[in-house]
Every structure is written in C-alpha cells, then in structure tokens.
C-alpha cells in the first residue's frame, strides 16, 4: 500500500447511522482503504486510502448514496 491519503467524501443521502454503517462497511471491504469513518449528521465519510477519488466515489455510489464531493483532507475535523 502506498501512503494513503486521507480524504472527505461529501455524501448527498446518508440520513441515519444505519446509512452511516453501510457506507463505512462497503468502503472499508475495498482494497487499498486502510479506514473509513461516516458522520451522518454532516454527511460526510473520513477516508483513509490509496485508491483514486473515482475508485471511492463508484464504491458510494453503488452502497446506494450520491457523492457530492470529495476532498483531501485537511485537518481533524476535515
């Protein structure tokens, strides 16, 4: 694994934990992600991986969810 980045994943649709939990899970099943964490209240996903925006935005996309945006991450609290 190269040095993963840590990114912010704006995620339109996450409305409860539920939500929350199954993004992190199918994020968290790819290769090359070594952490994912969702907040549903801000609807964004904490991201720790290698893999291209385009890998990440596909695996949210197909859990169900409409990516907005997705960012490097800049300090704790994004």
Same mark, same amino acid.
């Given at each position: 694994?190269? *040095?993963?980045? #840590?990114? =912010? %994943?704006? +995620? @339109?649709?996450?409305?409860?934990?539920?939500?929350?939990?199954?993004?992190?899970?199918?994020?968290?099943?790819?290769?090359?992600?070594?952490?994912?964490?969702? *907040?549903?209240? #801000?609807? =964004? %996903?904490? +991201? @720790?991986?290698?893999?291209?925006?385009?890998?990440?935005?596909?695996?949210?996309?197909?859990?169900?969810?409409?990516?907005?945006?997705?960012?490097?991450?800049?300090?704790?609290?994004?």
């Amino acid at each position: 694994m190269m *040095n993963p980045m #840590k990114k =912010v %994943i704006e +995620v @339109e649709d996450l409305c409860c934990k539920k939500c929350a939990e199954r993004a992190e899970k199918k994020l968290l099943l790819l290769d090359g992600v070594s952490g994912a964490k969702a *907040n549903f209240k #801000k609807g =964004v %996903i904490f +991201v @720790e991986s290698d893999l291209s925006d385009e890998e990440l935005s596909a695996c949210v996309e197909d859990a169900g969810f409409k990516v907005k945006e997705i960012r490097p991450r800049k300090g704790i609290f994004g």
